[in-house]
Every structure is written in structure tokens, then in C-alpha cells.
């Protein structure tokens, strides 16, 4: 009995002593039967021919994966979230071609693909045609993400990196300059396994989608098929509404590497034309230098951070640590050095000190693919 608690007090003080990795579980998946007509039925030009609700009580979130899915060119879907807005319109024509915003797989009788995580626990999907007299097979929602908890809300996680008092603000209360930069950086949502996760990443080239982010958050092709990320994801202003956002879509994987815990990947589209890249700094941190860091704090809206490096040692040399306050969910967050706005380093451990891998260990590994860093 002794024996069997000392072992006991030894795992717990391991498991305290042990650095927090920060991905955070958000919701489920289930696996529903939803099938349209085959062929679905004919209808005039814009007539609405088939429509199914799906609604998930107590969900805060949902998120259809389509397969088999084969309409024709002139017909059309739309998603319409629970308060009756059009969230998503999805053609034929955007699931072919280098742009397309989705991550397309093949599979019988047509594609499979993850249409967007839409906030609330109802979604309509109606189904239009475009001109009578063409046969459409149709298709099948076979998998639906459920979130457990509220993206939206403002207390999601635990608060397990906050080191004393939270000092994170909303990005829409920083500087211009650190809001400009806050546009490469977008918060992630994915599938593992059968569970919802949401990390951080951030746009590396000019001339490339290429997002940067943890290891432990995203470790393969079949997690960058479900991956959505969510840029221009914070306040319209400081203590204003909600703006906007933009959402894109994982489409390769790349490289990683656990030792130094990072993902390269692409998205679908082209959003660095539209909200830039950040620039990476191929040195090394220096003790008490001033440090920021931007991220999506348990998946809310985009907010900011301050503190300087408190140790360039950590981790046998490979990070540097902070008393910058994170949370679940800013893993893969961009660790900026405050006098050059370039990125120092990858966020990846809490436990106060927190902890980033340095970028110089990184930057080695992706710089060939980058173009531009």
C-alpha cells in the first residue's frame, strides 16, 4: 500500500512539474444519415427542391463534412445559421481548381470535404437548382462536428498558463501597428479522432499560403482535411461589436517536427494577399528584452499579451520562457520581439513560466519553402 502511494505522489509531482501543452478540446463528433433524394428531384431555376435542419440541443457550435457529394454546376447549397443568416453558399465551381476555399477528397460517386463551423446548434442545409431538366445525384452528411463549448464565449478554458492576474486585452484595444500584425494570425479550429480541438497559427510567405503552427496541434494530412481558420477572428473596436471574419481551410501538410513542436501546412485560397505575413527572426531571444504575443486565448476573439524573456534556456536550450499570460488555445500564437515586430519564437508550453520554442531552431527547417522570410 505504501509503495503503491508513494508512486501515486510521484506521477502527481510529475505531472505538475510538467509543461501544459495548450490545445484546446472543444466539442465532439457525431455521425449522423443524412441523404438527399438520388437523384434529387428537378425544379425550376432558384427553386428550393430539397431541405434538412440539422439541430443538436445545447451545442454552441456545428460543423457539416459532406460526402459523396456530386451536384451539378448550375445547382447550389446554402448553409443558414439558427438566426437565419446565409452562412456559406457552396457551388460545384468551388470545389475544383488551385483555389478552391475547401479541401477536397475524393470518394465514390463524387468528393468528400468539411464545409464551416457555424455558431449555434441549428443548421438548415437547402439544396437550389440552377436549371430544370439536369439530373443531380446529390449527397450525404455523414459527420457532424458538435461543439461543447461556446468559441464565441469569454470564459471557455481553465485558466491553467494565466500567471497571477490575467493582463491579455483585445487586440482592438493595442496599437495600430500590433493590429496590423494581428491580421496574419488566425485562429485554428480541427478534428482528431472524433474530438474538436482550437489552436493558433499564423502566415509565414508572401507568395505561399503557408501557416505556421504547433505539432501537437496538427500532426497530419488527415487533421489538416478538417482544419478551419478563422483570420480577422476579434472586436471591430475597443469594447465594440464583433467584426467580421474571413474563413479558410487546410489544405497540405508539410513538415513538422516534434523535438522543436512545430507544423507547416497550407490553406486553401490565397489569404496572405489579403491579410499579409509575418516575418520570422532567425537569432536568438536575449534576457529581459520586451516580448508580445498574439494569439486566440481558448479559442475567443484575437487578444494580446506582454511580458518580457525570462530565461533563454529552457526546455535543454531549445525555448525561451515568459510570464506572458496564455491560455488553452494559444498554442501555435507567434511570440513577437517588441523592438523589431518580428517573430521570435513559437508558442507551444503553459505552466507559468510559459514557454516558446525558439525561431532560429525552426526557421532552418521551413526557410526553403518560404520565399520570402
Not at 59 to 73: G, V
Not at 313 to 323: I, L, Q, R, W
Amino acid at each position: 500500500m505504501k509503495k503503491c502511494l508513494i508512486t501515486l505522489i510521484v506521477v502527481i509531482l510529475l505531472t505538475a512539474l510538467a509543461p501544459l501543452s495548450a490545445e484546446e478540446w472543444v466539442g465532439d463528433t457525431i455521425y449522423p444519415k443524412i441523404v438527399t433524394p438520388h437523384p434529387y428531384p428537378v425544379g425550376d431555376a432558384g427553386e428550393l427542391v430539397w431541405s434538412y435542419v440539422i439541430h443538436e440541443t445545447g451545442a454552441s457550435w456545428l460543423k457539416p463534412r459532406f460526402s459523396q457529394f456530386k451536384i451539378t454546376d448550375e445547382d447550389y447549397i446554402e448553409l443558414i445559421d439558427m438566426e437565419g443568416n446565409i452562412v456559406e453558399t457552396i457551388r460545384s465551381s468551388d470545389l475544383y481548381g488551385k483555389d478552391s476555399r475547401f479541401t477536397i477528397i475524393p470518394d465514390i460517386k463524387g468528393v468528400s470535404f468539411w464545409g464551416p463551423a457555424i455558431d449555434g446548434n441549428q443548421i438548415t442545409v437547402n439544396l437550389y437548382r440552377g436549371k430544370r431538366n439536369r439530373k443531380g445525384w446529390g449527397f450525404k452528411i455523414d459527420q457532424v462536428g458538435v461543439g461543447a463549448k461556446p468559441i464565441l464565449g469569454e470564459d471557455l478554458s481553465t485558466v491553467e498558463s494565466i500567471c497571477g492576474s490575467d493582463n491579455k486585452t483585445s487586440i482592438a484595444c493595442a496599437g495600430s501597428s500590433y493590429q496590423t500584425l494581428g491580421r496574419s494570425v488566425g485562429r485554428m479550429s480541427y478534428q482528431k479522432g472524433s474530438s474538436w480541438y482550437v489552436c493558433t497559427g499564423f502566415l509565414v510567405s508572401c507568395n505561399s499560403s503557408h501557416f505556421l503552427t504547433n505539432e501537437h496541434c496538427i500532426t497530419s494530412q488527415t487533421e489538416v482535411n478538417t482544419l478551419q481558420v478563422r483570420f480577422y477572428y476579434r472586436l471591430s473596436s475597443c469594447g465594440g461589436s464583433n467584426a467580421s471574419y474571413s474563413t479558410y481551410y487546410g489544405s497540405s501538410f508539410v513538415t513538422d517536427n516534434t523535438s522543436y513542436d512545430f507544423c507547416l501546412l497550407t490553406l486553401s485560397g490565397s489569404p496572405q494577399n489579403t491579410y499579409g505575413y509575418l516575418t520570422l527572426i532567425n537569432g536568438n531571444p536575449v534576457q529581459g528584452e520586451d516580448i508580445y504575443i498574439i494569439q486566440h486565448p481558448a479559442g475567443r476573439r484575437q487578444e494580446i499579451g506582454y511580458g518580457t524573456v525570462n530565461s533563454t534556456s529552457a526546455n535543454s536550450g531549445k525555448d525561451f520562457n515568459y510570464y506572458v499570460d496564455t491560455e488553452g488555445g494559444s498554442s501555435g500564437s507567434p511570440v513577437f520581439a517588441e523592438y523589431e515586430d518580428q517573430v521570435l519564437g513559437l508558442h507551444h508550453f503553459g505552466g507559468c513560466p510559459n514557454s516558446a520554442v525558439k525561431m532560429n531552431y525552426i526557421y532552418e527547417y521551413i526557410t526553403n519553402y518560404l520565399g520570402c522570410n
